[in-house]
C-alpha cells in the first residue's frame, strides 16, 4: 500500500509515514459520516465499525502490527484489573502499567508512541472513573460524579472506546462517559436540541458545517508547515547560517520558526478534532444566535496561543486535554482526603507529566523553565495589572493597552524561547541555541524575578494601598483569571480549574513567597 502514498510524499518532500497518518486522519472524515448512520439502537455495531476502522489504519495503512497488539494488550490488562481488584490500588496499577508500555522499545517505538500517549490518558481515566462508581457519592466531586460508572462495559464496548477511530492516532482523549454518551446519542435528548433537529434526527444541524471548517484549517496549517518548515525550524539555530545574522535579526527569526514548530501540531490536532466532529463528539450546546457550537473535542486554541494575552492564557490553550488528564487523574488523586493540594501534589504531578511526554532532556529544560516563567507572570499580574485597570465606567487608559500590548509581544518570545528545547530535545543543543539568543529569555523571567523578590512586590502594594485598590494591613494575593472557578469539592480536593497549568512544576513564589 505505500505505492499508493510515495509519489505523494515525493512531491511535497515528506515521509511516507507522514502521508499515510494525515490521510488517515482525511479518512476519518467521510467514515465518521457512515457511523452516525449506524443506527444508535445498535450500538455494538457501532462498536464494531470503530474498531474495525481503527485495525484498517494500523494494518494495511501503518504498518504497525505488533504496535497494535501493544495497544491491545494494555486494554484488556485495563479491562480485566479494573473488573476484578475492587482495592483502592486498582487505578494506580493501571496508570503503572499502560504509562510503563510508552517505553516499550521493543517495538515500532517512534510509531506506536503516540497512540499508546492517548491511551494512556483513556485507560486510566477510565480505572479513576471506575473506583469513583464503587464509592458513594457523596465523597465526589462534580466532575468524579458526572463521569463515574456505575455498570461496568461490555468487552465489546470498552474496546470501542478505547479504538474509538477518529482519536486513535493522536487524539482527542475522550472518557468512557462521553464514549458512551457518543453511542447512544445521549448527549441530544435534551429538549433544546430537539426543538433545533429536523426530520427526526437527533444530531443538531451545523455539525458538518463545523467538521469541515476544522479540515480545511487543518489543511491550511499543514500546508503552511510543508512549505515553510522544511528549512525554518528551532534547529536552524544551531547552522552556521544562522550565526551571520546579528542578535535581533536571530531573535526575530526565532520567533517564525516558532510558529511554523507548532503548526504541524495545529495541524493535526485540528484535523483529529473535526473528525471527531462528524462523529457527533464535541458538541457545546447553541450560541446567541441559534447555531449549534462543537469546542468540546478542542486540544488546542491557536489564536489564544498565537497572539495570548498573557502567559497564563498561552498555557490554557495548548494541549488541552493533557490538563484535564493530569487534573483528574493525578493532582487530585495524590491529594488526601480532606487536604488541600499543595506544593507535593504539583510536583507529582508535573513529573507524570514530564515522563508520560518521554525522556529527552530537552522536555524537562522546557517545564522546568515553565515554572519559572508562570512565577514572574503572576507576579506581575498581582502586582502591576490592578493599578492599570479603569474605573467602573470608566474606559481603558492608553497605560492598560500598552500593557496589554507588551503582555502579548513578551508572552510569545518567551514561549518560542522556552518551547525549544522541547523540539531540539538534547540539553547541550538547547543550551547552544539559547546562547545564541543571548540568553534573552533568561534575562526577561529572572530579571522579573530579581525585581520582585528585591523589594517590587513591596513597591507595588504600597502604590496599591495609596490608590485604594488594596486596604492597608490586607495581604497582596495573586490576581486571579477571569471566570475563574476553584471547583471545591466535598472530598477536600480544591481544584482551580482556570487558574493551575499542570504540565509545569509548581510556581516559585507558591514555595518561596516574595516580601510583601
Not at 445498535?42 to 474495525?52: D, E, K
Amino acid at each position: 500500500m505505500d505505492a499508493l502514498f510515495l509519489p505523494l510524499a515525493n512531491a511535497v518532500g515528506a515521509s511516507v509515514d507522514q502521508i499515510k497518518l494525515i490521510s488517515c486522519l482525511l479518512v476519518a472524515y467521510p467514515l465518521g459520516s457512515v457511523f452516525v448512520r449506524v443506527p444508535s439502537s445498535q450500538p455494538a455495531l457501532r462498536h464494531l465499525f470503530s474498531i474495525a476502522v481503527a485495525a484498517f489504519f494500523f494494518f494495511p495503512v501503518l504498518k504497525l502490527y505488533q504496535g497494535f497488539f501493544q495497544l491491545l494488550a494494555s486494554i484488556l490488562l485495563t479491562y480485566i484489573l479494573a473488573a476484578y481488584d475492587k482495592s483502592a490500588r486498582m487505578p494506580w496499577l493501571v496508570f503503572v502499567h499502560v504509562i510503563r508500555a510508552i517505553y516499550g522499545f521493543g517495538y515500532e517505538t517512534m510509531e506506536i508512541t503516540g497512540p499508546q500517549m492517548v491511551l494512556t490518558m483513556k485507560l486510566t481515566t477510565f480505572a479513576w472513573n471506575v473506583w469513583d462508581g464503587r464509592r458513594p457519592a457523596a465523597d465526589l466531586d462534580k466532575w468524579q460524579v458526572e463521569k463515574r460508572i456505575t455498570v461496568y462495559p461490555s468487552l465489546l464496548e470498552f474496546l470501542g472506546y478505547s479504538f474509538y477511530f477518529p482519536g486513535i492516532l493522536v487524539g482527542p482523549y475522550l472518557d468512557f462517559s462521553e464514549y458512551r454518551s457518543l453511542i447512544h446519542e445521549t448527549v441530544f435528548d435534551d429538549d433544546k436540541v430537539k426543538e433545533k433537529t429536523k426530520g427526526g434526527r437527533k444530531l443538531p444541524s451545523g455539525r458538518k458545517r463545523n467538521a469541515y471548517a476544522k479540515m480545511v484549517m487543518g489543511l491550511i496549517y499543514l500546508g503552511i508547515f510543508v512549505v515553510f518548515g522544511g528549512s525554518n525550524n528551532y534547529s536552524t539555530a544551531l547552522t552556521p547560517w544562522f550565526m551571520e545574522h546579528n542578535l535581533f535579526v536571530r531573535i526575530f527569526l526565532f520567533q517564525i520558526y516558532g510558529f511554523l514548530e507548532r503548526a504541524k501540531y495545529y495541524a493535526i490536532w485540528t484535523l483529529t478534532e473535526g473528525a471527531s466532529i462528524v462523529t457527533g463528539l464535541g458538541f457545546t450546546g447553541f450560541n446567541a444566535s441559534g447555531q449549534s457550537t462543537w469546542n468540546g473535542a478542542a486540544n488546542v486554541k491557536v489564536l489564544e496561543i498565537e497572539f495570548p494575552s498573557n502567559f497564563k492564557v498561552l498555557l490554557d490553550s495548548w494541549n488541552m486535554k493533557t490538563n484535564v488528564w493530569l487534573r483528574e487523574c493525578v493532582y487530585k488523586r495524590v491529594t488526601p482526603k480532606g487536604k488541600k493540594p499543595g506544593f507535593r501534589s504539583s510536583m507529582i504531578t508535573f513529573f507524570t507529566s514530564a515522563f508520560w511526554h518521554g525522556i529527552a532532556s530537552g522536555y524537562y529544560l522546557t517545564f522546568l523553565m515553565g515554572g519559572f516563567i508562570t512565577t514572574v507572570a503572576r507576579l506581575a499580574r498581582s502586582n502591576i495589572r490592578p493599578l492599570l485597570l479603569p474605573s467602573p465606567g470608566q474606559p481603558q487608559s492608553e497605560l492598560k493597552e500598552l500593557y496589554d500590548i507588551a503582555g502579548t509581544t513578551l508572552s510569545t518570545l518567551i514561549l518560542n524561547y522556552a518551547a525549544s528545547p522541547f523540539m531540539i530535545l538534547t540539553a547541550t543543543d538547547s543550551f547552544l541555541v539559547w546562547s545564541r539568543l543571548g540568553w534573552y529569555g533568561h534575562i526577561i523571567v529572572f530579571g522579573g524575578l530579581v525585581f520582585f523578590y528585591a523589594g517590587g512586590t513591596s513597591y507595588f502594594k504600597k502604590l496599591q494601598i495609596k490608590a485604594g485598590i488594596v486596604p492597608a494591613g490586607k495581604k497582596l494575593t495573586t490576581d486571579k483569571t477571569e471566570g475563574s472557578n476553584d471547583n471545591a469539592t466535598d472530598s477536600g480536593v480544591n481544584t482551580p480549574i482556570n487558574e493551575k497549568t499542570f504540565t509545569l512544576p509548581p510556581n516559585f513564589d507558591e514555595v518561596i513567597p516574595p516580601k510583601k
